[in-house]
């Protein structure tokens, strides 16, 4: 349930993102043009439903996206990938989790989610630029699932090899969408070579 976007143009653009020099308004670009490639890998299995069409030169079928979407960025490196996922389906809804990893136990911490008493979508992206130990990941995903949605897919720019394990091993039947696998973590359980902090460096905040 791993899937590694190829397109030279990821390979190309991930290659910037990494580079420490990068400048925010750069940085945001970039994340934002590598989250449109994600989005297009993401959705390629988007269900789709016949719909008339009238042309200038007469009436068609044409079809359209049959579920609904949610985008669910893990505040606050995933809100840098909000922007590339609009910008291939406009019509997505955005929902927002808060959860960060305690950086002593490494345990995920939830801050903020505003989910809906019952679902109203079926098919839900998470957004979270890193995947590394995955324990963030993990968690927001099972938000999701308890809030009702069964169609889950986590797009991610890096992920670690330990990230990708973990992840399968809870949750095999969610994929996983990713720029690239890296060598793996440091010792504060960082991706390396990684992106640094994205959160920070998306806002200007390092």
Known sequence: MLQVCSHPLMRHKLSF???KSVKPKEFRELA?????LLAYEAMADLPLESMPVSTPYGDTMGEQV?????????????????????????????????????????????????????????TAYVLDPTLS????????VGL????????????TFVA???G?????????????IAGAIDEGLNAESMVIPGLGDVGSRFFGTQ
Request: charged content about 20%; hydrophobic content about 40%; overall charge negative.
């Open 133 to 140: 130990c995955g324990s963030v990941a993990r968690a927001t």
């Open 17 to 19: 993102l990494r580079d």
């Open 32 to 36: 934002k043009e590598i989250s449109t």
């Open 66 to 122: 049959s579920h609904q979407v949610a985008l669910i960025p893990v505040i606050r490196s995933g809100l840098g990938m909000v922007d590339g996922f609009i910008y291939a389906y406009p019509n997505a809804q955005v929902w927002h989790v808060g959860m960060y990893r305690d950086p002593k136990t490494l345990v995920p911490v939830e801050y903020y989610n505003r989910f809906t008493n019952e679902t109203i979508c079926q």
């Open 164 to 176: 990708i394990a973990n992840f399968e091993e809870e949750f095999p039947d969610v994929t996983i």
């Open 160 to 162: 670690s090899p330990e």
């Open 144 to 155: 999701v699932k308890q809030w009702g949605v069964t169609n889950i897919k986590l797009a």
